[in-house]
């Protein structure tokens, strides 16, 4: 009896503690959902939603339910006031429908003739947007398709490039369509009428159109890429784009039926025809079960993932009718959704030469080894680094006797000036009436190893230790020992040039039915170079150097911006198939410029740098260390963290470029730009655009696409405010550019 007690007694301990518990910045907003969906769910009647606008959107605690979701976007303390904003003012507008959106945005412009509008709204037009965001995901959420990843709880792009990598299995074909159109009053008309299914609700549509009407609703397909927390994409577009490609995700569904199931063209007629059509049913209903096992091969096979505008399609069975599909396809996004798709889209077979492009990556078929032919390549690699280990000794020797050899003549050179260690008879005495007067001891010095040089004809491209090794240590080594150590490169290197032809011949005697093609996700590493190269982390050459527009922040800014590469390679790349590449870029790369922009601030040795800052230059870990750090970003997940729906725009951020503007002082102060946050801003940054990407654009890391009217834009951040942008934890969407007119 005592024991229950006890038992009980730690159960209601257990469970008060919970309730003491600060929720997370992803529990509050599931809660926020929560809340809202109740509201919705009662203003169903007769089969459809009534009066959302009226008795759920324009009200006070909706209002201030979507206030809170833009703060935690914002990741804003919420212990902190509303900031003084007015619900009822903007309950009353909504409710007599006078509510003037182009009064609440504001608009910035580039410069030159070529000038680019971006409007974007004001705090009161994106708390009613939000509010109608939360509002419409509650209605149709749970009606989207399967093959939709984008803003999705449980789907996003990881999700997608994961469907795509596992669950499509041998296909011919493959091609992306990416959508194309400005949206125009013929779309606005054709999504109110989608939104007619399911909602009565004249005041709503209304407010819709106003929004279109004054440029604030940031609903375009194409353009730039989705997903990313682009200025540029309103939080309303992305709610809207699914609701209106659903239509699509269902004809898809329908065209699937058609050449899997029902086409007589594509099977043989009589009884197959229903077990093909109660097949097609089973694949669709099998989702998530891993114990289904689809045996049927016969006909054609399609398959399909979308995120947002950009689509991917993979088809089984022949080409003309992989074209033929694709017509069908492009038909109805035209005709039915009236958008701009390329008629020349490629159709590419899917093979280990042909990649695609799909969600900044590249997706590819490659030839899955069987275990004999992996154990050859294995020992292969390790006759390679068993030979580059030997010459990287051997290069260190030799260079080490160069250098002593450089070393002996500098001693010479000194000792020749003194006149009792003078050597009449040597050869340095006999050439120094070639000496100009008055010329520096590393100056003679530099002249005699300049003509040494032209003596035995280098190329200007050799490095210095390609001299000293070569030049200088080999020629003085016994010849046995040289002849030696290159008879041991060469049968390294004939061993592994003849391990292609060992391994053909090892396939011979086994079976080649054994062997199949797997799709794998490829990070885009030259896109990634390119972006390095670009934002100044790393030379012409590839080798890492001193990003100058970070020197002037704070050193732990300075960390946060480069950690910040770190944590979104993790997080995007770490399944795939290349990822040591990924690797060696963050040791060899990332790791080296940080050091070298610390090093060019305090104007000290890098060595001196590492001293100083070793726990800080940590959370940029060396090769070795960056399996322990993706266990700690997997164990240290939460669930709601990584909620494709609730970190829509945030997950997948790519990291922008600030430099100090100037330092606050009292006599010109600012706050912090970031939505829902009054602290003081210590500092103005200013950004910079470093790229546009066409879309659809690879994902390297850093922000892409930044609308172009935004570069050079001044903007205040407190210190949290700006390491959570560097870190990834808010966009650019948080931050209020109107805050300065």
């Not at 979701?69 to 509303?82: K, P, Q």
């Not at 974007?120 to 109608?132: C, F, G, S």
């Not at 994961?162 to 013929?186: G, H, Q």
């Not at 003679?444 to 003596?455: N, Q």
Request: with cysteine; aromatic share 10%.
């Amino acid at each position: 009896m005592m024991l229950a007690k006890d038992l009980a007694f730690l159960v209601e301990e257990s469970s008060s503690l919970d309730d003491k518990r600060p929720k997370t910045r992803m529990e509050e907003k599931r809660s926020i959902e929560l809340r809202i969906k109740k509201r919705v769910k009662e203003q169903y009647v007769n089969g459809k939603f009534q009066n959302l606008m009226a008795r759920v959107i324009a009200n006070p605690d909706t209002l201030q339910d979507a206030y809170n979701c833009i703060r935690l976007n914002s990741n804003v303390d919420m212990t902190y006031s509303a900031d003084g904003i007015c619900f009822k003012s903007i309950v009353d507008e909504l409710h007599c429908g006078h509510f003037d959106f182009k009064a609440n945005t504001f608009s910035v412009s580039t410069r030159g003739a070529r000038k680019e509008v971006l409007v974007l709204p004001n705090l009161r037009t994106r708390i009613v947007q939000e509010a109608i965001r939360m509002v419409l995901e509650v209605v149709y959420k749970p009606h989207f398709s399967k093959i939709s990843h984008g803003c999705r709880s449980g789907r996003g792009p990881s999700t997608a490039l994961k469907y795509i990598s596992k669950e499509i299995s041998c296909p011919n074909w493959w091609f992306t369509m990416l959508l194309n159109k400005r949206v125009d009053a013929c779309i606005i008309n054709k999504l109110i009428s989608i939104l007619q299914d399911k909602i009565e609700d004249m005041q709503l549509y209304a407010t819709i159109r106003s929004m279109f009407d004054a440029d604030v609703l940031s609903f375009e397909f194409g353009g730039f890429p989705k997903g990313q927390g682009l200025p540029q994409e309103g939080v309303l577009s992305s709610t809207l784009m699914n609701i209106y490609l659903d239509l699509f995700d269902h004809e898809f569904y329908r065209l699937s039926m058609i050449y899997e199931a029902l086409d007589p063209d594509f099977g043989d007629a009589g009884d197959k025809f229903h077990s093909k059509l109660r097949n097609w049913y089973r694949r669709q209903l099998k989702d998530k079960d891993l114990k289904y096992t689809d045996n049927d091969n016969s006909g054609p096979r399609v398959h399909c993932c979308r995120f947002m505008d950009e689509i991917f399609f993979a088809f089984s069975g022949s080409k003309d009718v992989a074209l033929r599909f694709k017509a069908e396809i492009v038909n109805y996004l035209k005709s039915f959704l009236h958008l701009d798709v390329d008629d020349q889209i490629e159709i590419l077979p899917c093979d280990e030469l042909h990649g695609i492009h799909f969600l900044g990556t590249l997706v590819q078929r490659s030839r899955q080894e069987s275990p004999a032919t992996r154990a050859v390549h294995k020992l292969k690699e390790k006759v390679k680094l068993f030979a580059s280990q030997k010459q990287e000794a051997w290069n260190a020797g030799t260079v080490r006797i160069g250098k002593k050899w450089l070393a002996h003549g500098l001693r010479k050179v000194k000792e020749s000036e003194i006149k009792h260690l003078v050597d009449s008879d040597s050869n340095l005495t006999k050439i120094s009436s070639f000496r100009k007067t008055g010329m520096e001891t590393d100056h003679w010095f530099k002249v005699l190893l300049k003509v040494w040089m032209e003596d035995i004809k280098t190329k200007e491209t050799e490095s210095e230790q390609i001299l000293l090794s070569r030049y200088v240590a080999e020629p003085a080594l016994p010849q046995e020992l040289m002849d030696s150590y290159y008879e041991f490169l060469k049968r390294a290197d004939d061993y592994v040039s003849s391990e292609t032809a060992a391994t053909l011949a090892l396939l011979s005697n086994s079976s080649l039915d054994t062997e199949c093609f797997i799709t794998e996700i490829v990070a885009p590493i030259n896109a990634i170079k390119k972006s390095l190269l670009r934002y100044g982390l790393i030379t012409s050459d590839g080798h890492p150097r001193t990003s100058s527009l970070l020197i002037l922040q704070d050193n732990s800014h300075i960390i946060d911006w480069f950690s910040g590469i770190l944590c979104r390679w993790i997080r995007w790349y770490r399944d795939c198939n290349n990822f040591n590449e990924v690797k060696l870029i963050i040791s060899k790369v990332l790791r080296k410029s940080c050091i070298q922009t610390l090093a060019a601030k305090y104007r000290i040795h890098e060595s001196e740098i590492e001293k100083r800052f070793d726990s800080e230059l940590s959370r940029i870990p060396s090769t070795e260390e960056i399996e322990q750090e993706l266990e700690h970003e997997m164990s240290h997940s939460n669930t709601f963290d990584t909620d494709e729906a609730l970190m829509y725009g945030i997950s997948y951020s790519g990291l922008c470029l600030l430099s100090l503007a100037r330092i606050v002082s009292q006599s010109r102060p600012c706050n912090c730009f970031v939505l829902g946050c009054s602290a003081a801003a210590p500092s103005v940054y200013t950004l910079h655009v470093m790229e546009r990407q066409k879309f659809p654009g690879w994902k390297t890391g850093f922000s892409s696409c930044i609308h172009p009217s935004l570069n050079k834009r001044r903007i205040g951040l407190c210190k949290k405010h700006l390491k959570d942008l560097y870190l990834g934890h808010i966009s650019l969407q948080s931050i209020d550019f109107g805050a300065w007119k």
